[in-house]
């Protein structure tokens, strides 16, 4: 009975599975951290394409002279010229969502790319639809 009682209760080997266990946790939530670092790198480089995009175009004015005052108009033709060429130019799947001249002095852009998690993991969905818009108005008023 004692032999029964002491194989029991002894311990021996028992701190492998706890260990194994802990490093698949240390793990998972390294690949957690990796992915979501990438994400938030790829917001912010798409938040910047979408700055430039929209600096473009708001350069893509007419000047319209009107007596002896001139004044930068915007058309939406000509934003979405400019900011085309300027998505265009950076690699990548950025595509361009929109681009407008709203009130003829203020360029509107909307860009759109998918992230896909640089790490497999399965507690990180692969596709996220990500999406900016920045505005920017002509110097020329």
Request: hydrophobic share 50%; charged share 20%; aromatic share 4%.
């Amino acid at each position: 009975m004692t032999a029964l009682r002491k194989r029991i209760t002894d311990e021996d080997g028992s701190i492998l599975p706890l260990m194994l266990g802990y490093a698949v946790l240390a793990i998972a939530v390294i690949f957690a951290c990796v992915c979501a670092t990438d994400l938030y790198i790829a917001q912010k480089r798409l938040d910047s394409l979408a700055d430039a995009a929209a600096l473009a175009g708001s350069d893509g004015f007419a000047l319209v002279v009107e007596g002896e005052n001139a004044r930068a108009v915007l058309s939406d033709a000509g934003v979405h010229e400019q900011a085309a060429a300027v998505v265009a130019a950076v690699p990548g799947d950025a595509t361009l969502v929109s681009a407008e001249a709203p009130d003829g002095v203020t360029a509107r852009v909307t860009v759109a790319s998918t992230w896909h998690p640089p790490l497999f993991s399965p507690f990180v969905p692969d596709g996220v639809a990500l999406e900016a818009s920045a505005t920017s108005r002509t110097a020329l008023r």
